[in-house]
């Protein structure tokens, strides 16, 4: 075996073990059975499917939108990014402000009769449908992105000569529904999966879905062989939707969607509109709802400065979690690269799919699963699980996979050649490394973002974990939401997405900046390496 | 250096003092005498004005661990049980008693006679000294008063399971919190089959069993349910945001079995890590002064005794001016730990 194969099958085990531990641990206390009921999962499947339908509905033509190139899409995306990034229990918690009791329908119907006596249960939002639409309203991105992304991989020139030929409906027909709809579908596939997989909004709709269920049976009873019996299906759900996220990646759709120069013909004024006005409906209904329920900006800057400690500790947090998030979904996708042939690709599939894990199931099965390593290693683990070390561990396995597929992108688009020279010229591995650093600075900067804002959000896992002291803003705003939704706890929710709204913002501008080319010296050859997200 | 490499080497800073400022934050605090670490059910709002009183007092600084509102109370009951071996709480603040008694059982907790806690009345101060209660809160029934009639308003717990009122009222899931010990209080007293056979009552007449005694204020409130059985403190919290609540005190009638009172308890965790000033806090705790905050409103938690000097709010009836559920508490404990799976069943989670 060649020593590269050899680090690679030594590496990647080691990240991924290293990430998955607390999932492992979960798992290994043996799972009762017994407490496993359909009725949970038949509530989430419904979930998943609903949330998935109408994100089809919402997202495909918003993918359109996303698809053009001018400076609009480019805010666009990074709407669509915001709106994927904020923890859909805020836009739960908003939908309640709004279309429950606290906001302004509970106000009209209260004054002005409005809410017919039958529409109650709906707009209250105390049941399936409205927790499906919150989780549509925060995951139809995944559509658009994914649709978007096959529609750039088109091609201009495939695009204009089917204009030329059939006409702007041909080429709606003939070319690119084609193109958006698989990979619309993909994306839909990971709105079911996310959207099943819930446990924050779920809670606060109080839809008793398999999330909720193992969430609750936890804390009844801290009995971790039920939970493990209960949330059983899930993992094997889980396994199936990261195996095929990994063949997906790896895949020859998605390097194509990654390197693709996105078509400079812009989208028609339709898919525009209707692009802003989910954004508005999504993202600024959002902020304006928390903004309505803090009150006034001086109280969002009251509660900023009041809370500074919670602020403060949880940007830290994320920026820790980013951090091992990058370095180790890199480490990852680096060393599976370094494997030769199918071998490589299927390490590197593997990766991909079990670093997804931690993202597609709930954070409260790593949460759980933490407290078990700490209750196995007692005092010996009291440095790694009685201290903020855990947040940051759980906020890296959150935003690994995310991590890792952007740094994938980024590997995939930027020229081998070009590393192939530099190990001809001399270059050492850790000037190869610079080297690749400095050819994909956005896609770095754009994984350690996207971690960042993952972890920023991670709140199953924080729950169970977070040690006395380190409650992070998502613990704190969801521990005091289900009590009553206060000026400081709204303020510290607006704060918390437009934090994320501003790190989409950034993410969304990365790519422009980085977009350059290379020449390779002592050759004839220009190799050109866009990259982009 | 290119722009790129700036950006990434930025970060790369940003992160490694982020984690070693984390890291030497947590290594600090382990045994200092200058914090506590408090685990408490009370609603963060009543709870932060005594640590802060505390802190401001005694330079010592407070680290709360609250729960979520659904499962208050049974969350941290279940933290403290799995801490017991290496315990990180110095303190447990129940909002509530009957956890602190089965944690007390399950010896999670040691004895303290906190000075302050000597003027509490002799049923809030057990022998064993392994909890102290102070503040208490009362199980009310309430109503919308712009949808129901004073005179047509329930005036017994029983009454929720009357036809009158089929899917118009509302309780909290009595697998958590004051809920829960009202349940097996209500199995103490009427004994276990009647109980049941009320509860299930109450389920096929429709009952909204929702996450929290708070959602029940709202939801009467709103007007979604017409009356529900919630806490003194959360009816009072919706009242005072201009919700239209009234609140009975059930089963006054004289030979009434009286309503339920629920005392805040503290207690001190046995081999907490910081255990002088989980002591200091403790005496704190029970103090005429943290009682004093608690009472004001918006919490308006009614004082434990009138030896005290704390003046009970000026809208609220004061305790002793109420008929109170006898109740015999260590055996409400052994209740509350078996009831689960029976209530599970009834309610169908």
Not at chain 2, 305 to 319: F, I, N, Q, Y
């Amino acid at each position: 075996m060649r020593t590269s194969t050899a680090i690679s099958w030594l590496v990647v085990p080691a990240v991924v073990g290293l990430l998955l531990a607390p999932l492992a641990a979960f798992f290994a206390a043996g799972a009762d059975l017994s407490r496993l009921a359909a009725d949970p999962y038949l509530r989430s499947l419904k979930l998943g499917s609903g949330a998935a339908a109408l994100a089809l509905i919402l997202g495909l033509p918003a993918g359109w939108a996303l698809a053009g190139a001018g400076r609009g899409s480019r805010w666009m995306l990074s709407g669509a990014l915001a709106v994927l990034l904020v923890p859909p229990y805020l836009a739960a918690s908003v939908w309640l402000i709004f279309a429950g009791k606290l906001g302004l329908v509970g106000f009209s119907d209260r004054a002005l009769s409005l809410v017919p006596e039958a529409m109650r249960g709906f707009l209250e939002g105390w049941n399936l449908v409205g927790a499906a639409a919150v989780l549509a309203g925060s995951l139809w991105p995944c559509v658009a992105l994914s649709a978007a992304g096959a529609l750039a991989a088109v091609g201009r020139e495939e695009r204009e000569a089917a204009l030329l030929a059939r006409g702007r409906w041909g080429r709606f027909v003939g070319v690119e529904l084609p193109a958006a709809l698989p990979a619309a579908l993909a994306g839909a596939a990971l709105v079911f999966a996310l959207a099943a997989t819930e446990v924050g909004a779920t809670d606060l709709f109080l839809v008793n879905a398999a999330t909720r269920d193992i969430l609750k049976g936890f804390e009844v009873s801290h009995d971790y062989s039920a939970s493990a019996g209960r949330a059983l299906p899930l993992l094997v759900f889980a396994l199936a939707g990261g195996a095929g996220l990994g063949l997906l990646l790896v895949g020859r759709v998605f390097p194509q969607m990654a390197t693709a120069r996105i078509a400079p013909a812009p989208a028609g004024r339709s898919p525009q509109l209707h692009a802003w006005a989910l954004l508005a409906a999504t993202l600024g209904a959002v902020l304006a709802g928390l903004a309505w329920n803090a009150g006034s900006p001086a109280a969002v800057a009251r509660a900023a400065t009041g809370e500074s400690g919670v602020v403060l500790r949880s940007l830290g947090l994320a920026a820790g979690g980013a951090t091992g998030a990058l370095v180790l979904g890199a480490a990852a996708v680096w060393a599976a690269s370094r494997a030769r042939g199918r071998s490589g690709a299927a390490l590197l599939a593997a990766a991909l799919a079990l670093l997804s894990l931690p993202l597609i199931l709930p954070g409260t099965l790593w949460g759980i699963g933490a407290l078990r390593l700490r209750e196995w290693t007692g005092d010996a683990g009291a440095w790694l699980f009685d201290g903020p070390l855990m947040l940051v561990w759980s906020g890296a396995a959150r935003g690994a996979f995310a991590a890792a597929a952007i740094i994938e992108a980024g590997r995939r688009s930027t020229a081998s050649e070009l590393f192939e020279a530099a190990r001809l010229a001399g270059a050492g591995r850790v000037d190869r490394l610079w080297l690749a650093i400095r050819l994909m600075p956005g896609h770095v900067a754009a994984a350690w973002l996207v971690a960042g804002a993952l972890a920023l959000g991670e709140l199953g896992a924080a729950v169970q974990i977070a040690p006395p002291g380190w409650d992070t803003l998502q613990v704190r705003v969801f521990n005091e939401m289900h009590n009553y939704h206060g000026v400081t706890t709204a303020a510290l929710a607006f704060l918390t997405t437009a934090a994320t709204a501003a790190v989409a913002a950034l993410v969304a501008l990365l790519p422009h900046r980085s977009d350059r080319s290379y020449t390779t010296h002592g050759t004839n050859d220009q190799e050109r390496s866009r990259t982009r997200c | 250096m290119s722009r790129g490499a700036k950006l990434l080497l930025a970060i790369a800073l940003v992160a490694v003092v982020a984690g070693v400022a984390a890291v030497l934050a947590s290594h600090g605090r382990t045994g200092s005498e200058k914090e506590v670490v408090v685990y408490t059910s009370a609603d963060r709002a009543y709870a932060q004005p005594i640590f802060e009183a505390f802190e401001q007092r005694t330079g010592i600084k407070v680290l709360p661990v609250t729960d979520a509102e659904a499962s208050k109370t049974t969350g941290i009951y279940n933290r403290l049980l799995e801490e017991k071996g290496r315990p990180r709480a110095d303190v447990f603040w129940n909002s509530e008693i009957g956890r602190t008694l089965l944690l007390g059982k399950k010896g999670v907790l040691e004895p303290l006679d906190p000075p302050s806690a000597g003027d509490l009345p002799s049923e809030f101060r057990p022998r064993n000294a392994l909890w102290h209660g102070f503040a208490c809160r009362v199980r009310v029934l309430i109503y919308n008063r712009n949808l129901v009639k004073v005179e047509e308003a329930p005036r017994s717990v029983m009454d929720l399971a009357d036809p009158k009122w089929k899917g118009k009222a509302a309780i909290a899931l009595p697998l958590f919190g004051t809920t829960a010990t009202h349940v097996a209080a209500l199995r103490t007293t009427m004994g276990r089959e009647k109980a049941n056979e009320f509860l299930g009552k109450l389920v096929a007449n429709g009952v909204q069993v929702v996450n929290g005694n708070g959602i029940v204020a709202d939801l009467v409130g709103s007007g979604q349910a017409l009356v529900g059985l919630t806490d003194t403190d959360d009816a009072w919290d919706r009242r005072d945001s201009g919700k239209p609540i009234e609140m009975v005190y059930p089963d006054q009638a004289p030979g009434g079995t009286g309503a339920m009172v629920i005392p805040n308890t503290a207690s001190r965790i046995a081999r907490g890590p910081h255990p002088g000033p989980a002591a200091a806090f403790l005496d704190f705790l029970c103090s005429p002064e943290a009682e004093r905050i608690l009472a004001a409103p918006p919490a308006r938690h009614l004082p434990a005794s009138p030896k005290r000097g704390v003046k009970t709010a000026e809208d609220a009836a004061a305790l002793w001016q109420i008929r109170d559920m006898k109740l015999d508490w260590d055996k409400v404990a052994d209740e509350l730990d078996v009831q689960g799976p029976e209530i599970e069943k009834i309610f169908g989670r």
